[in-house]
Every structure is written in structure tokens, then in C-alpha cells.
């Protein structure tokens, strides 16, 4: 099994509006691999549905070949763009959860990390700010060996500072078997750190292609022809 | 992965109940404290703690309700949900380690009032009219003979199967009422109300369709004999115990389904 | 030595080309061992494939070597560093030339006025 994320005329519904139109994609393993796209593109669609988080309305979506669900689950390591951390748990209480439900959790490798950052473990999440929540909520995440990290906008809404230490957590962390699917709409900060990028609008997969191909064929940035093909 | 989610649930609601359970000791012994000494100067204070302790009792029902209601809804279907769906977890076992853990403090709250009670009015006539009316009942069960322990077999259950079936209904309406975008809480409210309708429906077609055999039951126990009614007395509790048991798995396995394919977390 | 990236050319050449310095200019010396990939991709703040692949683009070249076990480095062959060392050279001064010429000036009086800038620097 090559590809770690595969996508067959994958089309999602919801009441108003088609949020992903008969989207054909597959994701090679050892990649990290940009999802870019304007805000309601359907970047957040797509990695909810490989999350088992929403049901597809037509087509399949397959993680290492498999529907989502429990054993995906146990494979993919997930940060949505919302802060999931309860409040009245202190981190370690968080490192303790994770490490019993995901046998993949690297204990030592995310105290490793906290202690970088400076973050004292027997702290309760209410007493934090929210970009240390975040960022404690990525330690968390990179601290899996998963197969799939599929991480939803990491860096939107943090100051440059935060930005540079989760790419660099991101790329710290980063095993070559597996692969780290990154959503954003802030492709300049990240265009370094990817191999390929796959640009999405309106539910429709727009170009998949890598990085330097982009830079050499097109002489531009990622960020700038991003901009062309998104033009208002 | 049942029972860590257990351990998890019980961590997350001991926060809120043990205290409450110490506080509602540490009142029911000022009570008999007071009591003890029964000074007329003491009227006023003696009568305020009495009253604290009932809201406290109040307090613990209300909780459990309320608990209940917060932790379905904070930890599946908030932010956090993120996390508890993406846990390598059955939906069911959310919803089954959730259901076990309201039964647990709903017991644990009813025993640990019981207990408080009896701590504080415990003195020498309370012990001995306790005796008394622990020996009629005894007495009652000889004359009864076994049925009498079904008698009290089927009531635990159905307190069992009580607790249970309407903690599912409220999850039940608490899911449905997530399913709206706008009035979440105001869907979930009308949910619950809607269900009971159902209920009610379905429970009088099936009467009023018969209507005359039971009635015709009814009659003949009038006549009959001590015995004949107690048996009556436990087909009536099954009845009301399948009635729960039914209710209960429909609604359960409709929570169940609507997480997991119809859930749109925002 | 920064990694200053532009972001409109290949990453993994801007990679060959600055490692192709920091070995010539002896920051990575003849003989000497190179960072592991890892630490490398985080000092860029590049992606590790990427970085693997413009090593391997060196190694190819000959300018790297890699030991099985021990890891990647700097070839012994200083003639070997200072070909190449002569060759980005000789580009900075291709390019002088030229924009000296887009100015208006030829070799010889572009190489008058170096001289007399260099005697003014002093």
C-alpha cells in the first residue's frame, strides 16, 4: 500500500451548499504535502471526512486502504483547528490520556518537547493562554508515531514567533515513512517545509503538483501562483 | 477501551460530586449536633442548617441531572468531541461508559442521602422503630414467601432500567438538538417532549387495543386471593420493566446511529 | 552563514548552491563530517526530503560522500572544493562584468575602477 490517503469521486453535501465535488486524490507516504485552498474551499471537509468525523455523501475516502474508522483512527493523528483540551486536566493528566488510548503516544518524546517550550506538566490547561494551549495541543499531536498527520490550519491565528516553533516542531518530529497533510490558507509560511501542495477551491481539486516543479516551471512562488489562480 | 473510558468519566465527575457528598455529611453531623444539645438559644441556627441540608439533598438530585446533560453534551458534541471522536473508540462505548457513570452517582446520590439521614436522626427510639418496621417487613415477606424477594428483585431493576432509559432519552434529545444549527438547546428541549408524545401514543393505542382483557384481569383479582395478587403485583413490574428495557435500546441505538453518521461538529 | 531562501527558485537547488559554501568557504573543512539530515532540514527550516535530495545531488557530484553507517562527509579531494570554489567565482565575476557593461563601462575601465575602490576602502 503506497498511498496513504486516497480519495475515489468523493463528494460531500451538506444542507446549503456541495462541499466537495467528485474530488479523485491520492497521497503518497513520507510526504508532507500542503492542502491549500481559500477559506470555505472544503480543505476542513476533506480532513474531517479522513477523520471519520462526517459520513461521504457518494464516493470513498481511504487511509492506507482502509474506510475510516477505529483502525484508522489508530493510525491518523489529528489536530483540528479548534482547541480540544478540557480544562480542568492538568498536561499531564493529558500526556496519561493520550499514552492509554494511543499505543503509538511517545511519552518521553512529548516531555521532551514541553520541557523546550517550558511548559511546567503539572499545570491545569485553564491556567494557560491560548497559544500555549495550542501549542501544547500540537506537542500532543507530533508526540504520536502515527502514520497520517493530517494537522488543520496549525498556524493560523498565531504570531510569527509561534509559527516558526510549530514548523519547526513539525519538522523536527517528522518520521520519513510518514506523512503530515497541513491545511492552510498561509502558503508563504510553509512553502519551505513542503514537498507537494494540492490547490482546492470550491470542492474541486485545482492543481497537485511539487513544490520546485511549481518554482522552476513557473519561476514563481508557491505563495504568488497561489494568488494568480485564486484572483478575485 | 470501556473501561478507560470509564476510569476518565468517573475522573471527570468525582470533581463535582464528591465534594457535595462531603459536604452533605458534614452537614447532616452539624444537624445532629445540634439536635444533641437542642438549646432554645440555638433555634435560628439549628434551623438554618436543617434547611441547608435539603437544598443539599435538592442540590445532588439536580446535579445529577444536570451532570449528566453537561457531560454528553461538552465532551461529544463541543470542541472536545474533536478529541472523543477521533479516539480509536467505538461510539458505543462513549455512550455506554457515560450511561454507566450517571447510574453510578444516581445510586451513589440516593445511598449517600439515605446514609446522611440516618447518620443524623440515628438515636435510640429512631434505632428501635427502625427495628420494628425492619421486623413487620420481615414478617410480611414469610407470609408473602420467595415472590416477595422477586417483588423486590424487579423493583431494583426497574429503578435500574428507570435511570438508564431516561438518561438515553435525554441523550437522545440532546443529539437531536445539536442537529440544528441555530436553536440547539430549544430542538433538544422539544426533542424530549417530542419523545414522551411518542410514548404516550404508542402506550394508549396499545391499551385502549386491550382495553377489555385487562380490565377483565383486573376484575377477577379482586376476587382472588392474597397470593394472585402479589403475582399480579410482579407481572405489572415486568410489564414496566420491558417497557423501559424497549424504550431504552430504541433510543439508544437511534443515539448511536445519529453520531455516528450524522454528526457535523463545528 | 544564514539560509536565506528566495521564494522564487527551486529550494533544492538554493540547498546545493549554500551547502556548495558553506563547504568551500571551510565551514564544513575537507574531510569533515556533515550534520544529519534532520539537523540540517531544521536549520533551513526545510523540508528533510528536500534537503536529502540536494545532498544526494552533492554526493552525485562528487563533493559529499557517505559512509554506511557513520553518516555523510565533505570529500577529501581539496582540488576537487577549489574547482568549484574557482568556478563561483568566476560566476560573481561574470556577473560584475556584466553589469558593469549594462552601465557603460568595458573590462578595462570596469577593472580601473575597482582597483581605485578597493585604494579608496583602504
Known amino acids: 500500500m503506497e498511498n496513504i490517503l486516497e480519495c475515489q469521486n468523493l463528494v460531500k453535501f451538506y444542507p446549503k451548499c456541495l462541499a466537495l465535488n467528485s474530488v479523485n486524490l491520492t497521497v503518497p507516504k513520507g510526504k508532507i504535502v500542503g492542502l491549500l485552498g481559500p477559506n470555505g474551499s472544503g480543505k476542513s471537509t476533506l480532513i474531517k471526512l479522513a477523520n471519520d468525523l462526517i459520513q461521504p455523501t457518494s464516493g470513498k475516502i481511504l487511509i492506507a486502504g482502509m474506510e475510516p474508522g477505529i483502525e484508522t483512527k489508530k ?53 494557560m493562554s491560548k497559544g500555549t494551549k495550542e501549542k501544547v495541543q500540537l506537542i500532543l499531536v507530533m508526540s504520536r508515531e502515527a502514520q497520517l498527520y493530517l494537522l488543520d490550519e496549525p498556524i493560523g491565528g498565531v504570531d510569527p514567533a509561534a509559527r516558526d516553533y510549530i514548523l519547526d516542531t513539525i519538522i523536527g518530529n517528522y518520521n520519513p515513512e510518514a506523512t503530515v497533510i497541513i491545511s492552510t490558507h498561509l502558503i508563504a509560511d510553509v512553502e519551505k517545509i513542503l514537498d507537494e501542495v494540492i490547490f482546492i477551491n470550491q470542492g474541486n481539486i485545482v492543481l497537485v503538483s511539487t513544490v520546485d516543479d511549481i518554482r522552476e516551471n513557473e519561476n514563481k512562488s508557491v505563495d504568488a501562483l497561489f494568488r494568480e489562480v485564486f484572483k478575485c | 477501551m470501556l473501561r478507560k473510558l470509564l476510569r476518565y468519566e468517573i475522573k471527570a465527575t468525582s470533581r463535582t460530586f464528591l465534594p457535595m457528598y462531603a459536604l452533605l455529611i458534614v452537614f447532616a453531623l452539624i444537624n445532629k449536633f445540634f439536635m444533641a444539645v437542642n438549646s432554645s438559644y440555638l433555634k435560628i441556627p439549628q434551623a438554618i442548617a436543617m434547611s441547608v441540608f435539603v437544598f443539599i ?30 479516539l480509536p473508540v467505538r461510539v458505543h462505548s462513549h455512550i455506554d461508559s457515560k450511561m454507566i457513570v450517571t447510574l453510578m452517582w444516581s445510586v451513589l446520590s440516593v445511598l449517600v442521602s439515605l446514609i446522611s439521614i440516618f447518620v443524623m436522626s440515628v438515636n ?66 422539544g426533542a424530549y417532549l417530542g419523545f414522551g408524545v411518542i410514548q404516550q401514543i404508542i402506550v394508549s393505542i396499545i391499551l385502549s387495543s386491550s382495553d377489555k382483557s385487562i380490565t377483565r384481569y383486573f376484575n377477577l383479582l379482586e376476587t382472588a386471593g392474597e397470593f394472585a395478587q402479589v403475582q399480579a403485583a410482579e407481572t405489572v413490574l415486568l410489564v414496566l420493566i420491558a417497557y423501559m428495557v424497549i424504550v431504552g435500546v430504541a433510543l439508544y441505538f437511534f443515539t448511536e446511529w445519529m453520531l455516528r453518521k450524522k454528526l457535523n461538529l463545528e | ?61 562528487g563533493l559529499l560522500y557517505s559512509q554506511r553507517t557513520s553518516g555523510r562527509y565533505v570529500t577529501e579531494d581539496v582540488d576537487q572544493i577549489m574547482k568549484i570554489k574557482n568556478g563561483l567565482a568566476q560566476g560573481l565575476i561574470k556577473e560584475f562584468i556584466e553589469n558593469m557593461e549594462n552601465l557603460g563601462y568595458d573590462v578595462k575601465q570596469a577593472i580601473q575602477l575597482l582597483e581605485r575602490t578597493i585604494e579608496e576602502e583602504k
Open chain 1, 75 to 127: 493510525i491518523v493523528s489529528y489536530l483540528p483547528e479548534r482547541t480540544y483540551l478540557n480544562d480542568w486536566m492538568t498536561v499531564n493528566d493529558m500526556i496519561g490520556f493520550f499514552g492509554d488510548f494511543y499505543q503509538d503516544f511517545n511519552k518521553s518524546k512529548a516531555y521532551d518537547m514541553l520541557a523546550r517550550l517550558g511548559v511546567n506538566p503539572s499545570l491545569r490547561l485553564k491556567t
Open chain 2, 57 to 86: 439533598i435538592i442540590g445532588i438530585c439536580v446535579m445529577t441531572l444536570v451532570v449528566t446533560i453537561q457531560r454528553f453534551n461538552k465532551n461529544l458534541l463541543t470542541d472536545e468531541g474533536y478529541l472523543s471522536f477521533t
Open chain 2, 124 to 189: 435510640e427510639t429512631t434505632i428501635l422503630s427502625f427495628q420494628r418496621f425492619m421486623n413487620e417487613l420481615m414478617a410480611a415477606f414469610s407470609q408473602i414467601g420467595p415472590s416477595g424477594y422477586v417483588l423486590i428483585l424487579e423493583a431494583v431493576l426497574l429503578v435500574i432500567f428507570g435511570i438508564l432509559s431516561s438518561t438515553v432519552e435525554i441523550y437522545a434529545a440532546i443529539t437531536v438538538g445539536n442537529m440544528s444549527s441555530k436553536h440547539k438547546l430549544l430542538t433538544g428541549i
Open chain 3, 1 to 61: 552563514m544564514a539560509w536565506n531562501l528566495k521564494s522564487d527558485r527551486p529550494i533544492y537547488s538554493q540547498l546545493i548552491e549554500h551547502i556548495e559554501l558553506l563547504i568551500v568557504s571551510g565551514i564544513y573543512p575537507a574531510g569533515s563530517k556533515l550534520p544529519s539530515v534532520r539537523d540540517l532540514a531544521g536549520e533551513a527550516s526545510v523540508n528533510p526530503n528536500t534537503m536529502q535530495r540536494a545532498l544526494a545531488q552533492l554526493e552525485n557530484d
